[in-house]
T-cell receptor, first 112, second 111 residues
Framework: GAGVSQSPSNKVTEKGKDVELRCDPI?????LYWYRQRLGQGLEFLIY????????KSGLPSDRFSAERTGESVSTLTIQRTQQEDSAVYLC??????????FGPGTRLTVT | GENVEQHPSTLSVQEGDSAVIKCTYS??????FPWYKQELGKRPQLIID?????GEKKDQRIAVTLNKTAKHFSLHITETQPEDSAVYFC??????????FGRGTSLIVHP
């Protein structure tokens, strides 16, 4: 079946602009995660959605970062007033509650 | 919160040798420990996982061991092949369902 998809695959933006990244989870997966991965680094947790519960936003690095998810479908991660340090690959993952995560291919964000 | 330490950061072996990557965790409530392989430019993919009610799990050339008392777990790859070259991440997860990842180990298998 279809896996987790993300768009765009690459995004180049100018410092100060807003960007929106999209994640389509595996159908039926109630849990959705966003991570940031800087070059050569590990996975930095950003936000977690589980069904209709309030999201866990404890990993968001600043108030410039926000995310939404409608029900158990698509999620969007928005970064406002982008900075050069926001350059990274943004990974989305989905799962059934308590089971293994399936990752998307990521969006490579470059802020110039 | 949970803290996961992973060692070594880089591991270089000859084809056919074994490779061992070790992780420690801090939260005794963690009960699920997955390992992910990430090839260059690709997404992380689960290769093996273990839950806290078992001490060892094997899948062909890959095995994971868990010591709950010492709060550490290890990935063992036997008969390494060049296609095993990748970055490997360990993770620990408890009741919050948010895994904490290690910083990764870059495994290089020389032919």
């Amino acid at each position: 079946g279809a896996g987790v998809s993300q768009s765009p695959s690459n995004k180049v933006t100018e410092k100060g602009k807003d960007v929106e990244l999209r994640c389509d989870p595996i159908s039926g997966h109630t849990a959705l995660y966003w991570y940031r991965q800087r070059l050569g680094q590990g996975l930095e947790f950003l936000i977690y959605f589980q069904g209709n519960s309030a999201p866990d936003k404890s990993g968001l690095p600043s108030d410039r970062f926000s995310a939404e998810r409608t029900g158990e479908s698509v999620s969007t991660l928005t970064i406002q007033r982008t900075q050069q340090e926001d350059s990274a690959v943004y990974l989305c993952a989905s799962s059934l509650e308590g089971t293994e995560q399936y990752f998307g291919p990521g969006t490579r964000l470059t802020v110039t | 919160g949970e803290n996961v330490e992973q060692h070594p950061s880089t591991l270089s072996v000859q084809e056919g040798d074994s490779a061992v990557i070790k992780c420690t965790y801090s939260d005794s409530a963690s009960n699920y420990f997955p390992w992910y392989k990430q090839e260059l430019g690709k997404r992380p993919q689960l290769i093996i996982d273990i839950r806290s009610n078992v001490g060892e799990k094997k899948d062909q050339r890959i095995a994971v061991t868990l010591n709950k008392t010492a709060k550490h777990f290890s990935l063992h790859i036997t008969e390494t092949q060049p296609e095993d070259s990748a970055v490997y991440f360990c993770a620990a997860r408890g009741g919050s369902y948010i895994p904490t990842f290690g910083r990764g180990t870059s495994l290089i298998v020389h032919p």
